[in-house]
């Protein structure tokens, strides 16, 4: 009783609480492919963050890696589609 | 009884060795017994353990309070008389009254410090009020109670070493304890009993005080506070104190653990510097979702490319068995896309290509000529046969394309595969006399 009201007030200082914390991760979580498909439900916050930091990184990988073949096919093909692709890309 | 007789062949074990002062030990082990017990009539001669002993029996009619002060009478006198006796008498007395108390192990060395102000009236309030400076607000308000409970061991404590008539040998038992392990542990063991049989509460607050001590080691407090409710009646104070710690530090790791994944986050996030967890995460979900969308959007530009640039094809290998049987190699690109988020750019390559083959199963091979088709594609447009029959079908489906590009994402899906299908039934019947016508001039 006395921890629970002393935490409470303590987070309260801080303007988040423990609740709010826990939604975020979840939300974090079903962005998570990884995590996503695997069926157990408990996953700890830090294994979520740690594969939220992962699959960031091969988001980066996989943005660098688009973007390099897209800059070589709108080098080769012509004006037109260049445009097209362009406009998608910047849509 | 039996309990007493069973302390007693301890005691009578102990009894053995030399010296005197064993009979305080033979006093003290029924009285725990009858503490244990909770009313059994106890044979003690001492007036003070036998009003401890009446104490007992109006146990639901005295308060908290008057338990508590009664419970901490007998600490103190044990500290009194029995430490101040141990200070003279040599070790064997020690050593043979410890195995009378029931209970285990040694508690860990920090809990004599706080054991150290059983006896100590007045330094306790003092340092309690010193935990007072330690900067969480948990701590501060456990210091409250420390003092609050300090005041309450103060008076009996002084009232004891009145009543007993020991007053210059009290300090000296205090420094004994402190200086000393093993008469601390007794004493600790020994006043364990009591607290067992009794409510709750007195213990609550020694805990504590405890609990303040604790946090005054730099313990991580707000897990110890936690514990407060866990703990068995029943179980040693050692024994919680040991699981606390552990749990302590399982919980700081466990923090650790998740701030350093927060950093590592933080830097992976762009132009990040939020300082709470909250908004951090909240980035996190927000950069994650549009990083996402713009692998998608890529892809799906990727995947539109082929049609443009055939010699994308190459990154799509299994299209070519798709060439022959034009209406099945649809679910077959899908599957076979080497594009990571394949849902929407697959839609757009094959949709837009395969209009364009469809009259390719005329054609003998249709692999190599479609490789001779993309080579040539990029520097001429009009030599072959095939690049004229694929030329007519361009704007023809360039154009939906166009309109497409506007429309908002989903739709834009829907409506592209609608077109595909569509288109592609089409051009089989259609084609046919369009490349015959092609063919018949060269």
Redesign the interface.
């Known amino acids: 009783?006395?921890?629970r009201r002393?935490?409470s007030?303590?987070s309260a200082?801080?303007?988040?609480t423990d609740d709010?914390?826990a939604e975020?991760?979840t939300?974090?979580q079903q962005?998570l492919p990884e995590i996503r498909s695997r069926c157990s439900d408990k996953v700890?916050?830090?294994k979520v963050?740690?594969e939220?930091?992962n699959?960031?990184?091969s988001?980066?990988r996989?943005?660098d890696d688009?973007?390099e073949?897209?800059s070589e096919?709108l080098a080769?093909?012509?004006n037109?589609?260049a445009a097209?692709?362009r406009?998608?890309?910047t849509? | 009884m039996e309990l007493l007789w069973q302390d007693g062949q301890v005691v009578v074990k102990s009894q053995r060795s030399p010296r005197k002062p064993h009979d305080h030990s033979v006093n003290l082990s029924p009285s725990v017994a009858a503490a244990v017990r909770g009313g059994s009539p106890a044979p003690v001669g001492d007036p003070l353990l036998l009003q401890h002993h009446h104490q007992q029996q109006l146990e639901d009619a005295v308060n908290n309070n008057h338990l508590f002060i009664q419970e901490d009478e007998m600490s103190s006198w044990l500290f009194s008389d029995f430490c101040s006796d141990l200070l003279l008498p040599s070790a064997p007395v020690v050593t043979s009254s410890v195995p009378s108390c029931p209970l285990p192990a040694l508690p860990p060395p920090k809990r004599l410090d706080s054991f150290g102000h059983f006896s100590r009236p007045n330094p306790l309030a003092d340092e309690a009020t010193v935990v007072d400076s330690s900067d969480t607000p948990m701590a501060t308000r456990a210091s409250e109670d420390a003092t609050r409970v300090g005041a309450q061991f103060a008076s009996p404590v002084v009232r004891a070493a009145s009543s007993r008539d020991q007053a210059g040998t009290s300090p000296s038992s205090a420094s004994s304890a402190s200086a000393d392990p093993i008469p601390s542990t007794k004493t600790e063991d020994v006043a364990c009993p009591p607290k067992v049989a009794e409510d709750g509460a007195p213990e609550e607050r020694k805990r504590k005080a405890r609990d303040c001590d604790w946090s005054n080691d730099g313990e991580d407090v707000e897990p110890v506070l936690n514990d407060d409710k866990r703990v068995s009646r029943g179980s040693s104070s050692t024994k919680r104190s040991r699981a606390a710690e552990v749990h302590n530090q399982s919980e700081r790791r466990r923090r650790d653990r998740i701030n350093e994944k927060m950093r590592a986050l933080q830097e992976l996030i762009p132009h990040c510097n939020k300082a709470d967890k909250a908004s951090m995460l909240d980035e996190a979900i927000g950069y994650l979702k549009s990083l996402q969308m713009q692998v998608q959007m890529m892809s799906m530009g990727c995947g539109m490319m082929p049609m443009m640039f055939p010699g994308m094809q190459q990154y799509i290998p299994h299209t070519g068995m798709g060439m022959n049987r034009p209406m099945i190699p649809f679910p077959n690109v899908f599957n076979s896309s080497t594009l990571p988020t394949a849902s929407v750019g697959p839609h757009m390559g094959p949709g837009s290509r395969f209009p364009a083959f469809q009259m390719s199963p005329r054609i003998p091979a249709p692999d190599p000529s479609r490789i001779l088709h993309s080579s040539q594609s990029d520097a001429t447009l009009s030599s072959s046969s095939l690049q004229n029959s694929n030329l007519p079908r361009m704007p023809g489906f360039m154009d939906p394309y166009q309109n497409f590009f506007g429309l908002p994402h989903m739709h834009f899906h829907f409506q592209l595969s609608q077109a595909s299908t569509s288109s592609s039934a089409k051009p089989t019947t259609s084609k046919a006399g369009e490349t015959s016508q092609k063919e018949s001039p060269d």
Do not use: F
């Open positions: 009783m006395s921890s002393s935490r007030r303590q200082g801080s303007g988040i709010q914390i975020l991760v939300r974090l962005l700890s916050a830090s963050l740690q939220t930091c699959y960031i990184r988001l980066h996989e943005v688009l973007s073949r897209l096919l080769t093909s012509d037109a589609q097209i692709i406009s998608l890309l849509q």
